[in-house]
């Protein structure tokens, strides 16, 4: 997002691809209401789909305690994958979504064991392709890039 004025395109975007790859609507919209993002716009596009706009206090972190916990989960497991691999921090977004991806593959307790990404989709995650995070890798060049010294 380039600007606060894409929001509303950027969410009826999500609000379709939602619809036509889940067969569901969105039920609830949760945001804070500082009126940073949420245009009246935003708020008419969401009456008209009949989702729920729940907003809470500018600054009142704890009433948003799930997203806030799940946030720190998320930048716990980067910061633990950055640092075991070495990573510089500006492959930080790669380390976010790995982190993600690994948290959506795991058993979780808030599902009874079951796998979120197979609650989704209702396959089961294909572990066979999960390599160490940050290994060394060598890229072939094309020979007429490369010269008798070059590693």
Not at 7 to 21: E, G, H, K, W
Not at 86 to 91: G, I
Request: net charge positive; proline share 5%.
């Amino acid at each position: 997002m380039r600007s606060r004025s894409e929001v509303l395109s950027i969410y009826q975007r999500f609000a379709a691809m939602v619809r036509t790859q889940y067969s569901t609507l969105i039920r609830v919209f949760r945001a804070d209401s500082t009126g940073e993002y949420i245009s009246q716009m935003l708020r008419g596009v969401l009456a008209e789909q009949g989702t729920l706009a729940q907003f809470s206090c500018p600054g009142a972190y704890a009433q948003n305690g799930v997203a806030e916990r799940k946030h720190r989960h998320l930048l716990e497991t980067t910061r633990a994958m950055m640092i075991a691999s070495s990573l510089p921090p500006h492959f930080w977004a790669e380390a976010v979504a790995m982190s993600a991806y690994l948290i959506n593959i795991q058993p979780s307790a808030a599902l009874q064991g079951g796998i979120p990404l197979e609650r989704l989709s209702g396959q089961s995650p294909d572990y066979s392709m999960l390599r160490l995070f940050g290994c060394v890798y060598y890229v072939l060049l094309a020979p007429r890039e490369r010269t008798k010294l070059t590693a």
